[in-house]
């Protein structure tokens, strides 16, 4: 009834966006109080789509990678299997200590609170976004510098970006008076959201509780200024600094602040990256993009 009413023409894009806000939050929460675990994530990939899966993750790095087709043969969980895989990948696993039930739960928790009716900012975007940050990652002149802290940092807050996105943009929740709208009085109201309930879903999974206390926020600070650099309001601020490192030659990798600066900028390329990709694929998100600009008026 809930698809059927939000989908209908009858329903304004302003109560839209309402609704699917409200009921996103409530089904996440009477879903984990209930303890009641989607059968879709208990089989992150279909047994006969195993083997292509698992060779298209042997390219991971290749900026050819196809995440449309890779979403398909994970059976919608592209996120989550892309995400566990890297983890893998990077040793931030071991390195961390984590649990990897634990790290699943957080991750299905991630994917299902982006929402699949958006045709653009949906989980496949935040996958495709998590492996163009992986391919920046892999740079050898910002490899050679990285600490594993700032790669789990780049990967999560490339994974949970676009968290529970409206489909519509901030002039429209401003202007429709929306409760996020004033929550954040207006400022970055949608990178805010996104960084907050990323820092929730942590909290809830426990997955970082075995860390100690400032280590835990220290993480949860960096992701959110990662997650704000987003904005594409502050689009000058970012470029007005990068050009004046790369004039001046002052970018000192070894120093954690640059780093940092360095993943700010990665993400943001990796956020909008698809008109660099195969024209295959970039095309396919030009329209997606462009449908949802078309329901949002």
């Given amino acids: 009834l809930f698809t059927d009413t939000t989908l209908s023409g009858e329903i304004g894009t302003k109560k839209k966006v309402k609704r699917l806000l409200s009921f996103q939050r409530y089904f996440h929460a009477s879903r984990l ?8 994530s208990l089989y992150l990939l279909d047994e006969d789509y195993l083997g292509q899966a698992r060779h298209m993750l042997s390219k991971v790095g290749m900026w050819d990678f196809d995440i449309f087709l890779f979403d398909r043969l994970t ?4 996120l989550v299997t892309l995400l566990c895989h890297l983890f893998n990948v990077h040793g931030l696993i071991h390195h ?35 492996q163009a940050m992986h391919c920046y990652l892999r740079e050898p002149k910002l490899a050679n510098f990285l600490t594993p802290s700032d790669i789990m940092l780049g990967l999560l807050a490339a994974a949970a970006h676009d968290v529970d996105h409206p489909g519509v943009n901030q002039p429209f929740l401003i202007k429709t008076k929306h409760h996020l709208a004033s929550l954040y009085q207006n400022v970055s109201v949608l990178e805010n959201h ?10 809830e999974s426990r997955l970082l509780a075995h860390l100690p206390k400032e280590v835990t926020q220290n993480i949860e ?23 004046s490192h790369l004039d001046n030659q002052d970018l ?12 700010q900028i990665a993400l943001k390329c990796a956020d909008i990256c698809n008109p660099c990709r195969l024209w295959d694929l970039s095309k396919q998100w ?12």
């Avoid at 739960?105 to 935040?126: C, G, I, K, T």
């Avoid at 030009?286 to 008026?297: A, D, I, P």
């Fill in 96 to 130: 961390f200590q984590l649990d990897m039930v634990t790290l699943h739960r957080f991750l299905v928790m991630v994917q299902e609170d982006y929402h699949s009716q958006n045709p653009y900012h949906n989980a496949v975007h935040a996958a495709d976004v998590t």
């Fill in 252 to 263: 000192r990798l070894e120093d954690a602040q640059d780093r940092h600066f360095m993943l």
């Fill in 194 to 203: 996104h960084w907050r309930s990323t820092i929730g879903m942590l909290r």
């Fill in 75 to 78: 059976n919608g969980n592209s």
């Fill in 33 to 40: 109080l209930r303890g009641i675990v989607p059968q879709a």
């Fill in 286 to 297: 030009s329209e997606r993009v462009c449908e949802e600009f078309y329901r949002q008026g």
């Fill in 221 to 243: 600070q960096q992701l959110g200024s990662l997650i704000l650099a987003t904005d594409i309001n502050r689009q000058n601020e970012f470029l007005i600094r990068l050009k």
